[in-house]
């Protein structure tokens, strides 16, 4: 069964940089494309952004594009999300979240979902990013 721990949450300024580490323990993420979700104050869930099971793909929300990126390092079992800069609008509470993907599954190696979390079968607990001023 796979677990997923997100860390690197904290607090930051404006402007600054923050990279999120997303670590799976109990089976390989090699297997699994990656989505990173957040949540905040209020609001609903969003899909921030994925990398396919092949590392080709890469997607990501209009609102973080050129600012966020996403990467896997399969040897370490982690799948990194590097935020720079942050903005205000950027502060909530960020999920990775996981879906089998490639042979003998459905879903192709070079497929990820940003626009529909219930695509995703594991989910960690979330890492809080607040950003101020």
């Known amino acids: 069964q796979l677990r997923l721990e997100e860390s690197g949450g904290g607090l930051v300024q404006a402007g600054g940089s923050m990279k999120l580490s997303c670590i799976a323990s109990?089976?390989?993420?090699?297997?699994?494309?990656i989505g990173w979700f957040r949540q905040a104050p209020g609001k609903g869930r969003e899909g921030v952004s994925c990398i396919s099971r092949s590392g080709n793909t890469k997607n990501y929300a209009d609102s973080v594009k050129g600012r966020f990126t996403i990467s896997r390092d399969n040897a370490k079992n982690t799948v990194h999300l590097e935020m720079n800069p942050v903005n205000r609008e950027d502060t909530a509470v960020y999920y990775c979240?996981?879906?089998?993907?490639?042979?003998?599954?459905?879903?192709?190696?070079?497929?990820?979902?940003?626009?529909?979390?219930?695509?995703?079968?594991?989910w960690g607990r979330g890492t809080q990013v607040s950003v101020s001023s």
């Open positions: 979240a996981a879906v089998p993907a490639g042979i003998p599954t459905v879903l192709s190696a070079d497929v990820c979902n940003l626009d529909n979390g219930q695509a995703y079968d594991f």
């Open positions: 109990g089976s390989s993420v090699e297997y699994y494309a």
